[in-house]
């Protein structure tokens, strides 16, 4: 049980394209202003969970059609905002929205995210807690799941709205840009590669 409530901390605390653009949420305007963007998160994270526990979303990527749209809709998005980070220069570069994004796009945000469905593939599918018990193995684990994936997403927000209010030396911006940027293209690959063992 306690190999299980780490794996899960370890895999929401990562990096991904949702608490990457939480941040960036938080960085551009406030905390405040990016808890509706947060709600659609949980929305979309909760959608994922039950196309996972129904075998929906396998149902979905066994569709060639339907991987291929996930991979470029997720991959390209990933890797435009990261060369979009990477060139900015001494400026702290989070994704720059024309207004603020809200519950929709949140939820739209998940729904096309790959690490949401590999992630909940391995929660769910692995660890067997109760091998006879499916309903109480599932609730369980969506229980410890979530305590873990809120308290965690908004700490994201959080940081980036922290961010907000820091005024760097345009040096010491220039290297949060490349470590940003680098750190989103290494998901951006990552992604790809995990929606393709889907």
């Avoid at 960036?24 to 039950?50: D, E, Q, Y």
């Amino acid at each position: 049980m306690i190999s299980f409530i780490l794996a899960v901390f370890f895999l929401i605390i990562t990096p991904g394209p949702a608490v990457l653009a939480l941040a960036g949420v938080g960085a551009c305007f406030s905390f405040k202003m990016g808890i509706r963007f947060l709600i659609g998160l949980a929305i979309g994270h909760i959608t994922v969970s039950i196309l996972v526990i129904t075998g929906l979303s396998s149902i979905i990527f066994s569709i060639p059609a339907m991987r291929m749209f996930f991979l470029i809709a997720s991959t390209g998005f990933l890797l435009f905002l990261s060369y979009k980070i990477i060139t900015h220069g001494s400026k702290i570069a989070f994704p720059n929205y024309l207004s603020v994004p809200n519950m929709v796009d949140g939820i739209l945000l998940q729904l096309i995210n790959p690490k949401a469905y590999a992630v909940h593939t391995l929660i769910f599918s692995g660890f067997s807690i109760y091998p006879n018990d499916f309903f109480l193995e599932t609730m369980w684990k969506f229980i410890v799941m979530n305590t873990i994936w809120f308290p965690i997403h908004f700490i994201w927000l959080a940081g980036g709205s922290i961010i907000k209010e820091i005024s760097l030396k345009p040096s010491s911006q220039t290297i949060v840009n490349a470590i940003m940027g680098t750190s989103l293209l290494i998901v951006s690959i990552l992604s790809f590669f995990s929606l393709q063992v889907l």
